[in-house]
């Protein structure tokens, strides 16, 4: 087998003293060790000069870490099993906040216009519609898997094949920088952005374009749940009734605190006269103002995170991603320059771009 000297990743030990500078009496004759080691990715038979935890093949270019060991996950079926009752509990939530808002608000809205009951159909069907494709395909769908290489053997590996590819133990197969292993899914993940138990799956290269696409179709949804519980609620609340106000204390701060006061006790009253329907929208309303405001800071850092070009694990690992439109236009299925189609046109001199006026210095 062919002989390779790889690339050590370990300071190079200090330069021993010469022996004519040693005492006649500390003549000792040194040699310098050579140690062999394999290569997992072509097999190969590297010489490293010194037990390095961490080497890199001079042919295929794979990284190999000798310390690495197996970890095993346990209580692996356990996360799996929370995941998916996540995933159970989220669909019947769906489900609830669908019939119960088409219960609650569309016969008060056929009775004000048919014209209005027939297009907010329209819309609740499109919407609804939307969340739970998007939804179903962000959680059923696998996030993406590394591409498949030929490793183990020299001749079928050629050379740089395995440029800076690991090897998994979890996995017992080639990782590729651009994956990461998750321990809940059990498998690694390409260009993984991170682990989301509400959809029961990992958010990588496969689902990442449908889980955007839910958070969008969520916040949208939110957002018309709100003005649809505000608009029927103002037809079918009962009357605030409250006690007239003595003005004879004048129009200090305690006059406007008896005020408040008043009014937040008429509308609490007026609450416990709600219909079913009336609870049904106070809990819509509620509901969709808390779950809009989490998932839009979300869907902004999001959004955020493809502007830079890269996903939330590389953020946290300090990755370097250049700033550009082009980056969301290209997530959002335009892979293809339009410098193609229009030669003396580019697609950066109309979109802005925020790119650092500093340049970065390269270690």
């Given at each position: 087998?062919?002989?390779?000297?790889?690339?050590?990743?370990?300071?190079?030990?200090?330069?021993?003293?010469?022996?004519?500078?040693?005492?006649?009496?500390?003549?000792?004759?040194?040699?310098?060790?050579?140690?062999?080691?394999?290569?997992?990715?072509?097999?190969?038979?590297?010489?490293l000069p010194s037990?390095?935890?961490?080497?890199?093949?001079?042919?295929?270019?794979?990284?190999?870490?000798?310390?690495?060991?197996?970890?095993?996950?346990?209580?692996?079926?356990?996360?799996?099993?929370?995941?998916?009752?996540?995933?159970?509990?989220?669909?019947?939530?769906?489900?609830?906040?669908?019939?119960?808002?088409?219960?609650?608000?569309?016969?008060?809205?056929?009775?004000?216009?048919?014209?209005?009951?027939?297009?907010?159909?329209?819309?609740?069907?499109?919407?609804?519609v939307t969340t739970?494709?998007?939804?179903?395909?962000?959680?059923?769908?696998?996030?993406?898997?590394?591409?498949?290489?030929?490793?183990?053997?020299?001749?079928?590996?050629?050379?740089?094949?395995?440029?800076?590819?690991?090897?998994?133990?979890?996995?017992?197969?080639?990782?590729?920088?651009?994956?990461?292993?998750?321990?809940?899914?059990?498998?690694?993940?390409?260009?993984?952005?991170?682990?989301?138990?509400?959809?029961?799956?990992?958010?990588?290269?496969?689902?990442?374009?449908?889980?955007?696409?839910?958070?969008?179709?969520?916040?949208?949804?939110?957002?018309?749940?709100?003005?649809?519980?505000?608009?029927?609620?103002?037809?079918?609340?009962?009357?605030?009734?409250?006690?007239?106000?003595?003005?004879?204390?004048?129009?200090?701060?305690?006059?406007?605190?008896?005020?408040?006061?008043?009014?937040?006790?008429?509308?609490?009253?007026?609450?416990?006269?709600?219909?079913?329907?009336?609870?049904?929208?106070?809990?819509?309303?509620?509901?969709?103002?808390?779950?809009?405001?989490?998932?839009?800071?979300?869907?902004?850092?999001?959004?955020?995170?493809?502007?830079?070009?890269?996903?939330?694990?590389?953020?946290?690992?300090?990755?370097?991603?250049?700033?550009?439109?082009?980056?969301?236009?290209?997530?959002?299925?335009?892979?293809?320059?339009?410098?193609?189609?229009?030669?003396?046109?580019?697609?950066?001199?109309?979109?802005?771009?925020?790119?650092?006026?500093?340049?970065?210095?390269?270690?």
């Open positions: 087998m062919t002989s390779l000297i790889s690339e050590s990743f370990e300071v190079a030990p200090k330069a021993t003293p010469v022996m004519a500078d040693l005492p006649k009496e500390h003549f000792i004759a040194s040699v310098m060790e050579d140690y062999d080691v394999t290569c997992w990715g072509c097999g190969l038979h590297l010489l037990h390095a935890p961490v080497f890199k093949c001079g042919w295929c270019g794979a990284l190999t870490n000798q310390n690495a060991g197996k970890r095993e996950c346990k209580y692996f079926w356990l996360r799996r099993l929370r995941d998916r009752c996540f995933v159970c509990i989220l669909l019947m939530f769906m489900l609830f906040v669908i019939c119960g808002g088409v219960w609650a608000a569309f016969p008060v809205l056929f009775s004000i216009s048919y014209f209005h009951g027939i297009f907010h159909s329209i819309i609740t069907f499109i919407l609804s739970v494709y998007t939804f179903s395909s962000a959680s059923f769908a696998c996030a993406g898997t590394p591409p498949c290489v030929v490793w183990g053997s020299y001749p079928a590996v050629g050379k740089g094949a395995l440029e800076n590819y690991t090897f998994c133990q979890l996995c017992s197969k080639p990782k590729s920088p651009r994956s990461h292993h998750c321990r809940s899914c059990g498998m690694c993940i390409l260009d993984m952005d991170h682990h989301c138990p509400f959809i029961g799956n990992c958010v990588g290269a496969a689902n990442h374009r449908h889980f955007i696409a839910l958070l969008i179709s969520v916040v949208t949804s939110t957002f018309y749940i709100f003005i649809m519980t505000m608009y029927v609620g103002w037809h079918i609340w009962p009357s605030i009734t409250y006690e007239p106000f003595d003005h004879s204390y004048g129009y200090g701060s305690d006059f406007a605190m008896r005020a408040i006061r008043e009014i937040i006790y008429g509308l609490l009253k007026s609450v416990m006269l709600l219909s079913p329907r009336g609870l049904v929208l106070v809990y819509l309303f509620v509901s969709s103002v808390s779950l809009g405001i989490g998932l839009s800071i979300l869907l902004w850092q999001q959004l955020c995170f493809i502007y830079e070009g890269k996903t939330y694990l590389n953020h946290l690992n300090d990755g370097v991603g250049e700033k550009d439109c082009q980056n969301l236009v290209q997530f959002f299925g335009c892979p293809y320059s339009f410098s193609i189609y229009l030669p003396h046109c580019s697609l950066s001199r109309f979109l802005p771009s925020f790119r650092k006026k500093t340049q970065r210095h390269k270690k």
